[in-house]
């Protein structure tokens, strides 16, 4: 359920690819992307292993230390040889400039220009000139999915990161517990604790005493005493905010706020250093919500510390129930009948977010799906800053998950799943906001990048949440399709002709134009058939008229995506089995192989004979688990080579991937 607009943009290098189309795409698949993400992970065993990441880990290290015993140089995480390409960012030049999720901010209170961010799949970056350039922190730690990160207020070069994004999407990694640095990001430990497969919301700091800490997970609320080295959970529940009084260590706040629902979900307060909470959900008429409440997001206000403002998601409906205020510490509660923030779609679940101004109580910042509110009188009125539409004035990614102001209060950044934003019209009746995202490269790809055959330096490559991307030989990359973007093909005789296969619900396009216009090429095939949400979907490599396309079963085109047939039975298992791979000999277009979500590999030796193609079963000696790839020998058609995703049991002992 993200909403994406793409703005038309010009490129004018390589092939051409031109202007991109205008999406609007509201994106409801969640359950589909779910079942694309985690089924190839967790099948046969039905889930992922705890710790799998931590010993893939160090089996490379094993690996590593072996080759250094031997005098060799570390085969694995080489880092010579390769050069990021990007996106870095996309879109660069025109008014729609994007990077990639980021999930936190944490500004130094000794220097406004120095901030760390979390991304959702990209790590932790720093920046020491207010966003300007970045820098990457943690490319070899445990997790690059990062979902807080705190800075100790009386030693700013303590830096917490919680990993495991808790936004409850369901391309949203688990973690593996906590990154700690005591030199402003230089090093890190990791603190697994009781997190690992956990997602981390949110981390606090006592500014009382720096040894005590809070944190919010999808397990609860948990204490430290020992600067994250142990752990103790306070409060059992799903956990979405943790917050000290800044002018009061022995006082704190914590949501509890299960997108679901539960009777636990609601405001706590601890007026002992977050040993022990009590709700306070209110009295006397003035009280919160009991029903209907799903996520919840806190906000303090620094100047007033007795007042608060909880905005509370309604899980019926996806939307906003209200924000709500207290000048009390939680004794009572006010609704400030807030627009609602999520009225697209109803995804307060995923982006919810707000900040007050560090010293005026009044002026409060929210985000959601699409908008941005502000209030200058304590809730009394809000006004909508932006909204994504048709007419949209400002040029901003949508669905917002932090803000955060500097020490001063005249700057406040944004982070969206777009990258990251600044404003200094904290108080402007007009309120502009700059990207900062051409330095970072964050952006989370699907499978299915497609080199253009006459061009090495022109690919296209789909991205969640930012399109269908055009890479030509430079760091910033175009948007040209989709919203959500899948496979993608290039064609060889004809070089300004591409296809691409959006997730599911927009299965194929053609241009013939460099990207000028697309047009809807799935004509034949049945949109009913079950399918992957990125489906696979290739170019024969020596007919670019020849294309296929795969569900349960095999389609194929032989005019350049005119008419669709199908060119197989099903060739899964059954149930709710689909296609996962294709690929074609490059010596014979006779041959061609599929690769499925229950672990079978069959091929045809007669392809082209359409309907007729007769299918055997090719999966002696391989495992019962997801089929992620299939290339095939350039000269000999009979050799071919498959990866598979998953774990043998349990324990997941190392198991071989590649066959």
Same mark, same amino acid.
């Given at each position: 359920?993200?909403?994406?607009?793409?703005?038309?943009?010009?490129?004018?290098?390589?092939?051409?690819?031109?202007?991109?189309?205008?999406?609007?795409?509201?994106?409801?698949?969640?359950?589909?992307?779910?079942?694309? %993400?985690?089924?190839?992970?967790?099948?046969?065993?039905?889930?992922?292993?705890?710790?799998?990441?931590?010993?893939?880990?160090?089996?490379?290290?094993?690996?590593?230390?072996?080759?250094?015993?031997?005098?060799?140089?570390?085969?694995?995480?080489?880092?010579?040889?390769?050069?990021?390409?990007?996106?870095?960012?996309?879109?660069?030049?025109?008014?729609?400039?994007?990077?990639?999720?980021?999930?936190?901010?944490?500004?130094?209170?000794?220097?406004?220009?120095?901030?760390?961010?979390?991304?959702?799949?990209?790590?932790?970056?720093?920046?020491?000139?207010?966003?300007?350039?970045?820098?990457?922190?943690?490319?070899?730690?445990?997790?690059?999915?990062?979902?807080?990160?705190?800075?100790?207020?009386?030693?700013?070069?303590?830096?917490?990161?919680?990993?495991?994004?808790?936004? %409850?999407?369901?391309?949203?990694?688990?973690?593996?517990?906590?990154?700690?640095?005591?030199?402003?990001?230089?090093?890190?430990?990791?603190?697994?604790?009781?997190?690992?497969?956990?997602?981390?919301?949110?981390?606090?700091?006592?500014?009382?005493?720096?040894?005590?800490?809070?944190?919010?997970?999808?397990?609860?609320?948990?204490?430290?005493?020992?600067?994250?080295?142990?752990?103790?959970?306070?409060?059992?529940?799903?956990?979405?905010?943790?917050?000290?009084?800044?002018?009061?260590?022995?006082?704190?706040?914590?949501?509890?706020?299960?997108?679901?629902?539960?009777?636990?979900?609601?405001?706590?307060?601890?007026?002992?250093?977050?040993?022990?909470?009590?709700?306070?959900?209110?009295?006397?008429?003035?009280?919160?919500?009991?029903?209907?409440?799903?996520?919840?997001?806190?906000?303090?206000?620094?100047?007033?510390?007795?007042?608060?403002?909880?905005?509370?998601?309604?899980?019926?409906?996806?939307?906003?129930?209200?924000?709500?205020?207290?000048?009390?510490?939680?004794?009572?509660?006010?609704?400030?009948?807030?627009?609602?923030?999520?009225?697209?779609?109803?995804?307060?679940?995923?982006?919810?977010?707000?900040?007050?101004?560090?010293?005026?109580?009044?002026?409060?910042?929210?985000?959601?799906?699409?908008?941005?509110?502000?209030?200058?009188?304590?809730?009394?009125?809000?006004?909508?800053?932006?909204?994504?539409?048709?007419?949209?004035?400002?040029?901003?990614?949508?669905?917002?998950?932090?803000?955060?102001?500097?020490?001063?209060?005249?700057?406040?950044?944004?982070?969206?799943?777009?990258?990251?934003?600044?404003?200094?019209?904290?108080?402007?009746?007009?309120?502009?906001?700059?990207?900062?995202?051409?330095?970072?490269?964050?952006?989370?790809?699907?499978?299915?990048?497609?080199?253009?055959?006459?061009?090495?330096?022109?690919?296209?490559?789909?991205?969640?949440?930012?399109?269908?991307?055009?890479?030509?030989?430079?760091?910033?990359?175009?948007?040209?399709?989709?919203?959500?973007?899948?496979?993608?093909?290039?064609?060889?005789?004809?070089?300004?002709?591409?296809?691409?296969?959006?997730?599911?619900?927009?299965?194929?396009?053609?241009?013939?134009?460099?990207?000028?216009?697309?047009?809807?090429?799935?004509?034949?095939?049945?949109?009913?058939?079950?399918?992957?949400?990125?489906?696979?979907?290739?170019?024969?490599?020596?007919?670019?008229?020849?294309?296929?396309?795969?569900?349960?079963?095999?389609?194929?085109?032989?005019?350049?995506?005119?008419?669709?047939?199908?060119?197989?039975?099903?060739?899964?298992?059954?149930?709710?089995?689909?296609?996962?791979?294709?690929?074609?000999?490059?010596?014979?277009?006779?041959?061609?192989?599929?690769?499925?979500?229950?672990?079978?590999?069959?091929?045809?030796?007669?392809?082209?004979?359409?309907?007729?193609?007769?299918?055997?079963?090719?999966?002696?000696?391989?495992?019962?688990?997801?089929?992620?790839?299939?290339?095939?020998?350039?000269?000999?058609?009979?050799?071919?080579?498959?990866?598979?995703?998953?774990?043998?049991?349990?324990?997941?002992?190392?198991?071989?991937?590649?066959?």
């Amino acid at each position: 359920m993200k909403r994406f607009v793409a703005i038309a943009l010009s490129v004018a290098c390589g092939i051409s690819f031109g202007q991109a189309r205008r999406q609007d795409v509201v994106d409801d698949q969640q359950a589909e992307r779910e079942a694309w %993400f985690y089924g190839q992970r967790a099948y046969p065993l039905g889930r992922i292993p705890t710790g799998a990441r931590l010993k893939a880990l160090a089996e490379i290290e094993r690996i590593n230390q072996e080759a250094r015993t031997a005098g060799l140089s570390p085969r694995a995480l080489i880092a010579e040889g390769w050069t990021s390409i990007g996106p870095q960012p996309t879109n660069p030049g025109s008014q729609y400039v994007t990077a990639g999720r980021v999930n936190s901010i944490a500004i130094d209170p000794n220097n406004s220009n120095t901030l760390y961010i979390g991304a959702a799949e990209g790590g932790v970056w720093k920046s020491t000139d207010g966003g300007q350039t970045w820098t990457p922190l943690t490319d070899a730690q445990p997790s690059l999915a990062d979902g807080a990160i705190a800075l100790d207020p009386s030693n700013s070069d303590i830096v917490y990161v919680g990993t495991g994004e808790e936004n %409850f999407a369901i391309d949203s990694y688990y973690g593996a517990g906590i990154l700690k640095s005591t030199d402003a990001g230089a090093s890190w430990k990791n603190i697994v604790g009781p997190f690992l497969h956990a997602y981390i919301g949110s981390i606090a700091v006592s500014p009382a005493n720096s040894q005590v800490l809070l944190l919010s997970s999808d397990t609860g609320i948990w204490r430290s005493s020992d600067a994250a080295a142990s752990w103790t959970q306070v409060l059992d529940g799903t956990g979405t905010a943790v917050l000290f009084d800044p002018s009061n260590g022995d006082v704190a706040y914590a949501a509890l706020g299960n997108p679901f629902g539960n009777f636990n979900n609601g405001v706590y307060r601890s007026t002992d250093g977050g040993r022990t909470w009590q709700s306070i959900r209110g009295v006397s008429g003035n009280v919160l919500p009991s029903t209907r409440v799903g996520r919840i997001s806190l906000a303090i206000a620094p100047s007033a510390p007795s007042t608060l403002y909880a905005a509370l998601h309604d899980y019926a409906t996806g939307g906003l129930i209200d924000i709500f205020k207290t000048t009390n510490a939680g004794n009572t509660w006010s609704p400030t009948h807030a627009p609602n923030i999520c009225a697209a779609t109803g995804q307060c679940w995923y982006d919810m977010t707000l900040r007050v101004h560090p010293s005026n109580s009044n002026l409060v910042f929210a985000g959601g799906q699409t908008s941005i509110i502000r209030t200058l009188d304590g809730g009394a009125t809000w006004e909508q800053l932006y909204f994504i539409g048709p007419d949209g004035a400002q040029y901003i990614h949508s669905d917002y998950h932090d803000l955060q102001f500097t020490p001063d209060g005249n700057t406040l950044y944004i982070a969206n799943d777009g990258g990251m934003y600044i404003t200094t019209d904290v108080f402007n009746e007009g309120v502009n906001w700059t990207e900062l995202n051409d330095a970072l490269s964050i952006t989370q790809f699907y499978p299915g990048v497609a080199i253009a055959p006459a061009d090495i330096n022109t690919a296209l490559a789909g991205t969640q949440d930012n399109g269908l991307q055009l890479y030509q030989a430079s760091l910033g990359w175009s948007l040209v399709n989709c919203g959500d973007g899948g496979y993608s093909a290039i064609s060889a005789i004809a070089p300004l002709t591409a296809f691409t296969a959006c997730v599911s619900g927009d299965i194929v396009d053609r241009s013939t134009d460099g990207a000028n216009t697309w047009l809807p090429s799935q004509y034949g095939i049945n949109p009913n058939d079950r399918a992957q949400f990125v489906p696979p979907f290739i170019m024969d490599p020596s007919n670019s008229q020849t294309l296929y396309f795969g569900t349960f079963r095999v389609w194929q085109t032989r005019d350049g995506a005119g008419q669709w047939i199908p060119i197989s039975h099903d060739l899964t298992g059954g149930q709710e089995a689909t296609i996962q791979a294709l690929a074609v000999a490059p010596s014979d277009p006779n041959v061609v192989y599929a690769g499925t979500s229950d672990g079978l590999v069959q091929t045809t030796q007669n392809a082209l004979a359409g309907p007729q193609a007769t299918w055997i079963k090719a999966s002696t000696g391989l495992p019962g688990r997801a089929v992620t790839s299939i290339t095939v020998d350039p000269i000999d058609s009979g050799t071919a080579y498959v990866t598979y995703s998953g774990f043998i049991d349990s324990t997941h002992k190392p198991s071989a991937h590649v066959f």
